[in-house]
């Protein structure tokens, strides 16, 4: 499927007991000595020219050899991009036995009604859109998205037009789905955002992300600077999210997730309270899968009305309610056409 469910392996055996926030809250403890005023968004100027003496050490060798061959892929017609995508989604499957047997149990665990022959399918068709997704990242970061925009279809982007004109941060809210990268850059095209990104462990590859999302967004932000973030929605931008993430036990609730008290993170209630600023929540779907010219269709709530509650359990499983509801009925299309 396009959108990564919750880990499954990581709530089974955690404790409900485990739900203390107030002393060791990393945002209200972060900005208890800081001044928001203060604060600078993330610099741009920062160097990520991928051509430094640095990455020309053959450490860094099969990394430009994977680069050049996505920069060679995406000038071939779109459907062949795809095509190959999805073979690297086949791979995966054959291949990447411990990432199977995860979302194996995820699947089990979330889509219990499905008989056996019909949870393979989904999982076949999660590989898939995983290997297909590269490619769309890759158009994304190194390519034109201007030839695509043809085959999106936006739903509510009034309502952050609307929140945006009002003076208000919006806080848009959506899962990491494979389709992300893509999708994002399209609709940032039309009303620009900033991102929150995990930084990554290569600094090659964290070079390529880099310059990949500031081509794209106004402002890429580490997930860890929560300063930078709440400055963002303060100053009346809007920010996406995604509450699909592990902080760890001390920052999590137990909270409903297709049925399962799963461990969700408190940050998104925080950060709403704290700016001010609207949530909306942002899906996005590749639909038309089995087609020559697959569409996209984003998709912007309206504001979220009586959010943040006050209470970390109910406006987690608010959350967790709206992202489950979203894609149930694009993964039961996956399972009858795959």
């Not at 219990?112 to 890759?138: H, N, V, W, Y």
């Not at 930078?228 to 920052?251: C, E, I």
């Amino acid at each position: 499927s396009q959108t990564r469910s919750y880990s499954a392996m990581s709530f089974v055996n955690q404790s409900p007991q485990a739900n203390g926030l107030k002393k060791n809250d990393p945002i209200s403890k972060d900005l208890a000595s800081k001044d928001l005023t203060t604060m600078d968004l993330q610099d741009k100027s920062i160097e990520n020219n991928l051509f430094q003496a640095k990455f020309l050490h053959p450490k860094y060798w099969s990394i430009w050899g994977v680069y050049g061959l996505l920069r060679l892929i995406i000038q071939l017609p779109y459907k062949t991009q795809l095509a190959i995508g999805a073979s690297l989604g086949w791979a995966g499957y054959h291949l990447a036995r411990n990432r199977r047997h995860v979302a194996k149990v995820n699947i089990n665990l979330c889509f219990p009604c499905l008989d056996e022959q019909a949870q393979k399918r989904l999982l076949k068709a999660t590989f898939r859109s995983t290997g297909i997704g590269i490619i769309e990242t890759a158009n994304s970061w190194l390519g034109s998205i201007q030839a695509l925009k043809q085959r999106f279809n936006i739903i509510g982007q009034e309502h952050l037009e609307l929140a945006l004109a009002q003076g208000k941060g919006v806080l848009l809210v959506g899962m990491h789905a494979s389709t992300l990268d893509l999708c994002g850059a399209v609709l940032s095209s039309n009303v620009g955002f900033d991102v929150m990104y995990r930084q990554n462990k290569n600094p090659f590859i964290e070079a390529i992300m880099k310059r990949g999302r500031e081509k794209r967004y106004p402002a890429a932000i580490q997930r860890d600077d929560i300063r930078g973030v709440l400055k963002s929605l303060k100053a009346g931008r809007a920010v996406w999210y995604g509450p699909d993430q592990d902080y760890g036990r001390k920052h999590s609730v137990f909270a409903p997730f297709f049925n399962i008290e799963t461990a969700t993170i408190t940050a998104t209630a925080r950060f709403a309270k704290l700016s001010g600023a609207a949530v909306i929540m942002f899906t996005h779907h590749r639909i038309d899968q089995t087609a020559d010219s697959p569409q996209y269709r984003i998709e912007l709530s309206a504001p979220l009305t009586a959010y943040p509650q006050g209470n970390h359990v109910a406006d987690a499983a608010l959350i967790n309610s709206k992202i489950e509801a979203d894609p149930k009925g694009d993964w039961r299309n996956v399972i009858h056409n795959e």
